[in-house]
């Protein structure tokens, strides 16, 4: 999730795009660059790491001109360094770029076999050396030149490009990544956010998919890549640029609970297709886990709960035995490593000390290693990599404290490793895998439909807004929802949530059970749910106020226990990626109506980078 931002008119424009830069800096960056065109001239500034760095180069090497292109990377693939910066440039076109061209790799070899020779290893220069071969067949029709390199990409991809040889004129393309038009007087805008500009104008127009908009500094026309002229009408946004920058939610949180549905289509992209029915996890020497034996996953809170996931995944899939283990226990309990063993590290952050240095120890015993992460080139990662390699979610930069999309996509990347594996093995018929991916596939879809029970699920947080204490149940892949739950709660409600498996609900809890303890329990039809019903039928008689998650289709559940939280039917193996969701959601509200600090929880960190 890169941030892009474009200015044409009048004014110096770096001024303008370091603005702008400043007010994506939400979305998280690992480098900076700038781009702008005055008379005939290019005049390019990167550097890596935070703002500070491309301000402080530009104090010393300003960027003239009136028109230019600036971009925040948020390494999805190559390293974070200033080579692979943006903008990158090849003869007249430069070009900056959020998304993925996943046909990136044939058309590289295409363009070498004639001959291109390129500086970085980013599928963005890619774009610029095809538009400047086309640039050649049209030398005077910039837009065209745009288009037919268009006809070849594929993938996801928000673009700002210039053309040293068409001053007047900034493009700017959209496919799945999002984009817009800031609307001025004798200037004119490109950002992927509202907030970069929102300081320049209050007008815009929303870009759609297949767009390419032609801006100068007096007008703007808006085409597909076949020219035809598209009506997009201008829009007046009247947000805070503290509102904007949330995307209008009132809390990063709640932004990135809505983002899941595309965090997951960004995460699967390009990495299966339909067609052929073949897995591509890039990143990974898949060759070095074909004798695995053992699997042990080694995590933190919430990425440790995708471990348990992971397990039930894998085990039933590949049949490789998996142990998921505390990351803080692992590291010092002397675990029994063989050179057959594969282990996971999974962390978000990738930079969570209690993992990185479980992966050390294992790494010490000559286990093979894997890293399933959200951030480039992070310390897990690099470790990683060094044996069988790192896997990357595309969850895009997590600002909440609290995890919630950057989960989903471990679940479906954990998901992706455990068909793989079973593939590896000769475990998995095509058309059982065609089934796991079509699932897949259709997840977003459900994800939204989940999202819709929001203000639902607002009712029932004010009904335990002001309880004490939690109880929640579940049996089997339930049983994690339930501890997923009883985190979220806790850590952003200051709430005591338990998470228990439902079974043992006889073993000790249910002396805590009383008309005071509100109990949760999940209940999903498939996932032992006639013990589950057992167990809601022992809570409701003890006089507890009851709350299930349940199917929306259980009309007699329902009846039973209004107190419903409901989610779409879906593959059992996809429930916990739904049944999270409520949870999420329920934690959400319930730290909202207590009037706390949503994004930043007391007392916790992002990343637990110390012991
Ligand atoms: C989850 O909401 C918490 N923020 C926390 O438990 C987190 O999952 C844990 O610290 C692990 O972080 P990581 O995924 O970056 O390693």
Not at 126 to 142: C, G, R
Not at 143 to 152: G, Q
Not at 396 to 412: C, D, R, W
Request: glycine residues 6%; proline residues 4%; negative net charge.
């Amino acid at each position: 999730m890169c941030g892009i931002v474009g200015a044409i008119g009048t004014q110096n424009a770096e001024s303008i795009l370091l603005d702008g830069l400043k007010r994506l800096e939400y979305r998280g960056y690992d480098s900076a660059g700038m781009a702008t065109l005055d008379a005939h001239q290019t005049h390019i500034r990167k550097a890596v790491g935070k703002l500070g760095a491309l301000a402080s180069l530009l104090k010393e090497r300003p960027c003239p001109g009136s028109v230019g292109i600036a971009h925040t990377r948020w390494a999805s693939h190559g390293r974070p360094n200033e080579i692979n910066a943006h903008p990158h440039q090849f003869g007249p076109i430069t070009i900056v770029h959020n998304g993925i061209i996943e046909n990136h790799a044939a058309l590289k070899k295409d363009l070498l076999a004639q001959g291109h020779q390129f500086e970085s290893d980013t599928d963005t220069e890619i774009v610029a050396h095809l538009i400047a071969q086309f640039k050649k067949e049209y030398p005077t029709d910039f837009p065209k030149a745009v288009s037919k390199a268009l006809e070849l990409i594929h993938g996801a991809y928000a673009l700002a490009i210039l053309d040293q040889d068409s001053p007047d004129t900034l493009i700017g393309v959209r496919q799945a990544c999002p984009l817009v038009v800031g609307l001025g007087n004798g200037e004119n805008f490109l950002a992927s956010d509202f907030p970069a500009v929102l300081s320049h104008t209050r007008r815009f127009m929303v870009l759609e998919d297949g767009d390419m908009a032609i801006l100068h500094k007096d007008r703007v026309q808006v085409q597909n890549i076949h020219g035809e002229i598209q009506t997009r009408t201008p829009i007046t946004l009247d947000w805070s640029p503290a509102t904007a920058e949330k995307g209008g939610f009132k809390h990063f949180m709640l932004k990135e609970i809505f983002e899941q549905p595309q965090a997951v289509i960004d995460t699967l992209r390009g990495r299966f297709s339909l067609g052929d029915l073949e897995l591509v996890l890039e990143g990974l020497q898949t060759d070095l886990l074909k004798n695995i034996q053992q699997i042990t996953i080694v995590a933190c809170g919430t990425s440790y709960h995708a471990g348990l996931i992971a397990k039930r995944l894998i085990e039933e899939l590949a049949q490789i035995p998996v142990e998921v283990d505390l990351a803080s226990e692992f590291r010092y309990r002397n675990p029994l490593i063989r050179t057959s063993h594969l282990v996971i590290g999974i962390s978000q952050s990738g930079e969570t000390a209690d993992t990185l240095a479980a992966l050390v120890l294992a790494k010490s015993k000559n286990a093979q290693l894997v890293a399933l992460c959200n951030v480039v080139d992070s310390a897990i990662a690099r470790l990683c990599n060094t044996s069988a390699g790192t896997f990357y979610t595309r969850a895009g930069p997590e600002i909440s404290v609290a995890s919630t999309k950057a989960l989903l996509t471990q679940i479906i990347a954990l998901y992706l490793l455990a068909l793989l594996l079973a593939q590896q093995r000769g475990l998995l018929h095509a058309q059982t895998l065609e089934k796991h991916l079509d699932s897949l596939y259709q997840l977003p879809l459900l994800l939204e439909a989940a999202l819709k029970q929001e203000p639902e699920i607002r009712q029932t947080a004010k009904r335990l807004a002001q309880s004490e204490n939690i109880l929640l149940m579940g049996r089997g892949l339930l049983h994690v929802a339930a501890l997923e739950g009883a985190l979220k709660i806790k850590e952003l409600s200051y709430i005591h949530a338990e998470g228990y498996p439902a079974g043992e609900m006889k073993h000790g809890p249910i002396a805590l059970i009383d008309e005071k303890m509100p109990v949760l329990v999940l209940a999903i039809q498939g996932m032992n749910y006639e013990k589950t019903l057992s167990n809601l039928e022992e809570i409701k008689s003890r006089g507890a106020q009851v709350f299930v998650v349940c199917n929306e289709t259980d009309h007699e559940l329902r009846q039973a226990y209004p107190n419903a939280l409901l989610i779409p039917t879906c593959s059992p193996y996809l429930v916990p990626a739904l049944a999270v969701l409520p949870l999420q959601l329920l934690a959400y509200h319930l730290a909202d109506l207590r009037g706390l600090d949503v994004d930043q929880p007391r007392n916790l960190a992002k990343s637990v980078t110390i012991e």
